[in-house]
């Protein structure tokens, strides 16, 4: 294999069936052939993509959601954020959902990456952007989102996932890229 010789480890699609379909999950069983000619069905769930945005104010803070996800039963700091729904665009779903969560408008919007936070059997891509600042328009009406939002300092986010409390993929993805200062620029 050379170094960019992809075909000696590429799966092949032979088909796909749906075994299952709903407004938030398709789940189907895909036709795949490995290189060594094995071939088998290999379960793909694909979901809505999803959008979230870091919001960082002029000290230096981002605003972070405290929340509790039933399907672990467990709390963290989450960034705002949600679905895109079919055919928008996952700018204005990120600055929708600030909206909603937050009761703040963002100043601006930046995309900053998209990933696949589970490639190997989910199709869920998620859009990161950055805000730097946001402007109140009023109380959030998702009002279950969140049990409390906070504006923490951005030196304190390795502390918090390092004590588990930055847990979520897309949150992680987000801060962590931040922090990076990739883009070439230092946030």
């Not at 963290?76 to 937050?102: N, S």
């Not at 703040?104 to 950055?130: A, K």
């Not at 805000?131 to 959030?140: K, Q, S, W, Y």
């Amino acid at each position: 294999m050379t170094e960019h010789d992809e075909t000696s480890t590429r799966w092949i699609r032979h088909g796909e069936r749906t075994i299952y379909d709903n407004r938030w999950i398709r789940l189907t069983l895909v036709d795949v052939e490995l290189p060594d000619g094995q071939r088998f069905e290999h379960h793909v769930a694909h979901l809505l993509p999803a959008a979230m945005t870091v919001i960082l104010d002029d000290e230096n803070r981002l605003l972070m959601m405290w929340r509790h996800r039933f399907v672990t039963d467990r709390w963290g700091w989450e960034l705002p954020g949600g679905l895109v729904d079919p055919g928008e665009d996952p700018a204005v779903t990120a600055a929708r959902e600030i909206e909603e969560e937050t009761g703040l408008r963002p100043r601006s919007l930046e995309h900053l990456v998209s990933f696949q936070p589970m490639v190997g059997m989910v199709d869920s891509e998620h859009h990161v952007f950055l805000a730097r600042g946001a402007d109140r328009v009023g109380e959030p009406t998702e009002v279950t989102e969140a049990q409390r939002l906070e504006w923490v300092p951005l030196a304190r986010i390795p502390e918090l996932i390092a004590r588990g409390e930055i847990w979520n993929s897309g949150t992680l993805v987000a801060v962590l890229h931040v922090l990076a200062g990739l883009k070439g620029r230092p946030v």
